[in-house]
């Protein structure tokens, strides 16, 4: 086991790297056909919540749980919003394009650990958006850690 492995948000290149993330992400999810309906009305601080939300998962400072609500907050915005699987993996096709333009990192532990809680969140946030969905609003914010890999790429010491 490695020594001292950095999380996923030191590792991703703290809030400056998901901020730039988000903003490249939702430039592109403005200019979908399939997302745009779905976002037209967002807020101008969208971007910044979802990346204070992503950091803090991801083991950075608990700015969302201190400033935006929390996980409760995040669960309700997506109360009877009917999202639909084409929405879903769009989120998820437009969220890995701006992750490649925007140069996170791309070893394979770190996108492993990446896409992982990409396809945990967004299916819970579709399931959660459902008719008659009653999700438990209590529970505490989600942590993800790097998985099975346990810490990012290594390169093999030269022997
Ligand atoms: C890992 C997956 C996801 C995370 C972490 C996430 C996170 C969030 C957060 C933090 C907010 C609140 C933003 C704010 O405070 O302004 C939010 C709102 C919202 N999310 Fe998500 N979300 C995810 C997946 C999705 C998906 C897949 C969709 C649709 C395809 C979606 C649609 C929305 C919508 C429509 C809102 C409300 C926007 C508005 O205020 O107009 N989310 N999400």
């Known amino acids: 086991m490695q020594k001292d492995v950095p999380t ?3 590792w991703a290149g703290g809030a400056a790297a998901l901020n ?3 903003e490249v992400f ?3 999810v ?3 056909p399939v997302l745009e309906p779905v ?3 967002m807020s101008g601080n969208h971007p910044a919540h979802v990346a204070a939300f992503i950091g803090e998962v991801f083991g950075g400072p608990k700015d969302y749980s201190e400033n935006h609500g929390g996980h409760p907050a995040m669960i309700s915005h997506h109360l009877n919003r009917h999202l639909t ?3 879903r993996r769009r989120w998820i096709a437009l969220l890995l394009d701006a992750a490649d333009e925007v140069e996170l990192p791309d070893d394979p532990e770190f996108r492993s650990a990446f ?3 990409l396809e945990w969140g967004t299916r819970l946030a579709k399931l959660n958006s459902q008719d008659g969905a009653a999700p438990a609003l209590h529970e505490p914010m989600p ?3 790097w998985g099975v890999p346990g810490g990012p790429y290594v390169p093999a010491a030269k022997s």
């Open 115 to 117: 896409v992982a809680y």
């Open 85 to 87: 699987e084409e929405q």
């Open 143 to 145: 942590r993800w850690g």
């Open 8 to 10: 996923l948000f030191d």
């Open 26 to 28: 939702y430039d592109k």
């Open 20 to 22: 730039r993330l988000t």
């Open 30 to 32: 403005l200019a979908d």
């Open 39 to 41: 976002f037209r009305h």
